[in-house]
């Protein structure tokens, strides 16, 4: 085994000791569905197919879709959530490789586990929180060329395997961090290689994009918007890598005064991040942390959002901005790689300002050991809502073995036609889900095409579906009247509703499935 190999060894035991710490419970047998992550037993090829699949969900789905086939998707969903905090925990202890191994070790723990994990592990956005774990990873590669083109081609090739598979949102976050890490390396060569990879690893989804159409509800800028978890404002909840738009997956304990201790260590961090530059460490993160944070703040104030919204209008793949909190990732990487610089400082106090921190055994600081060793338990500490299964809302849960029943009597009749889903809205909030939302399951347990509401809701502001289709439909099935002849001629031939049935709206339509909780109508004709 190679000394590098050897020496990621902790930061990846560290990892893995998190992730089954923020699991907990939900490492049983089952699924954990909340908000936007949906995994299902066996998901339909069709419906995750670039092309058939929206854009966002490209390839995600698809790797899913294959692992699913070899793995139980349960098994696969787990595997997939460790590996967020293993790769991003070791990749930045990576990262740290001039420090001792406490301070590369909580740096690790600080960017795997702070308000930005938290709070789209919660929401469910396990693709982008993927890439996430990459950014150390690709940073790392980028500012160490050594050895011929073709191998630092290979291995920047490997590091980008998260992000691609994450998709858009994922490489996203990681071109603000690659690009301007290629512009400081000074080497042409190895930019025009960094770029034309970047660009590759985007055909997944950028292709799919270009025959997809794309809407953007204009009301989405001000809904996505990031918003205040902290006291201190919108601007101080980014900083502390808090401040997404959804204020129901702020994790327990997370908010309030208590927030002062971590924002506390937010600028710790900063200012050992700051002092670090002085020695040219990781060249462009400074870049990439700033620019996060300003695109982040965007949709804090007015001209922001009025701005926002005229570009989404000129260009409709810029909604990505609107869901701005996301590009706070490199500022978590930048304060992560301060927070070990700090740490490093406080083991070996007269090392500070050389270049290369270390801490021999024999010169250890047992006061400075000590606090290295509380600075790696702070994150955990200062952010227990993460722990537990997010503080019991992540769950194990089993699909009805009704519903699975009639995804396949769906999928196996002979009768052509679309799949609508009511009711409709875009979250449920099943009783065999212990009552947390999910955005609608049955759009990845069937194969047919399925028309449904997938715009989201915020508090009282409900999105226009994304779908042209639903959108087509969207009046109808909000209004009173009949829904039959409606949804006949727009080819929809089974109805799936998995709440109280709207069955004097569907005169004429036949119940296949009548069970608790579901009813499948056939439309004839």
């Known amino acids: 085994m190679g000394a590098s190999v050897r020496r990621n060894i902790p930061g ?96 690790g ?77 000074r080497s042409a060569r190895r930019a025009a290689i960094a770029l034309t990879v970047l660009a590759a690893g985007c055909l997944p989804w950028l292709i799919p994009s270009l025959w997809h159409t ?16 902290t006291p201190f404002g919108s601007a101080g909840s980014l900083l502390s890598l808090g401040g997404a738009w959804n204020g129901q997956t702020v994790p327990a304990g997370y908010g309030g005064a208590w927030s002062a201790l971590w924002l506390a260590v937010v600028i710790v961090a900063l200012i050992g991040y700051l002092l670090s530059v002085r020695q040219g460490r990781w060249p462009g993160l400074g870049v990439a942390a700033l620019a996060g944070l300003l695109i982040a703040c965007i949709g804090v104030t007015a001209p922001g959002r009025d701005l926002l919204r005229g570009v989404t209008d000129a260009w409709p793949g810029a909604a990505v901005l609107r869901d701005a909190q996301q590009f706070v990732a490199p500022l978590a990487l930048a304060e992560a790689a301060g927070f070990g610089v700090v740490v490093a400082w406080a083991m070996n106090p007269g090392s500070f300002g050389t270049g290369r921190i270390r801490a021999r055994p024999a010169g250890l600081d047992r006061t400075g050991v000590a606090l290295a060793v509380l600075a790696l338990l702070t ?61 609608d399951p049955w759009s990845k347990l069937l194969s047919r095409p399925v028309i449904w509401n997938d715009g989201t809701r915020v508090g009282d502001v409900g999105l226009a579906p994304d779908d042209p289709r639903a959108r087509r439909l969207d009046r109808v099935i909000r209004g ?11 080819g929809v031939r089974f109805v799936v509703d998995d709440a109280d049935g709207p069955r004097p709206r569907l005169a004429g339509a036949v119940v296949v499935v009548d069970q608790p909780g579901l009813t499948v109508y056939r439309l004839e004709g």
């Open 109 to 185: 723990v600080f960017y795997a586990w702070n308000p930005y994990v938290a709070e789209r592990l919660i929401i469910g956005q396990w693709a982008l929180l993927l890439g996430y774990a990459g950014l150390p990873w690709v940073l790392k590669v980028v500012i160490s060329p050594n050895g011929p083109p073709w191998r630092w081609t290979g291995r920047l090739c490997l590091s980008l395997v998260p992000a691609v598979i994450g998709g858009f949102a994922a490489m996203t976050i990681t071109a603000l961090v690659l690009v301007p890490a290629v512009l400081f390396i």
């Open 12 to 107: 990846l035991v560290a990892g893995l000791c998190l992730g089954l710490l923020a699991l907990g419970p939900g490492l049983r047998r089952g699924f954990l569905l909340s908000y936007d992550m949906v995994f299902v037993p066996r998901e339909p090829f069709a419906a995750a197919m670039p092309g058939l699949a929206p854009p966002r969900a490209v390839p995600s789905d698809l790797v899913i879709a294959v692992a699913s086939r070899v793995v139980p998707g349960d098994i696969v969903q787990k595997l997939v959530l460790l590996a967020i905090f293993v790769l991003g925990c070791a990749g930045v202890a990576a990262l740290l490789d001039r420090e001792p191994l406490l301070a590369r070790l909580a740096g």
């Open 379 to 439: 994150p955990v500490l200062l952010l227990p809502g993460l722990a537990w299964g997010a503080a019991g809302r992540l769950r194990p849960a089993w699909y009805p073995a009704g519903w699975l029943a009639a995804a396949r009597m769906i999928d196996a009749s002979p009768a052509r036609g679309a799949v609508l889903l009511l009711p409709w809205e875009t979250y449920r909030r099943p009783a065999w889900n212990h009552g947390e939302a999910v955005f």
């Open 480 to 490: 009173g009247g009949p829904l039959t002849a409606a949804l006949a001629a727009a």
């Open 214 to 229: 794309v809407y953007v509800d204009p009301r989405g800028v001000a809904a996505f918007a990031a918003r205040a978890d």
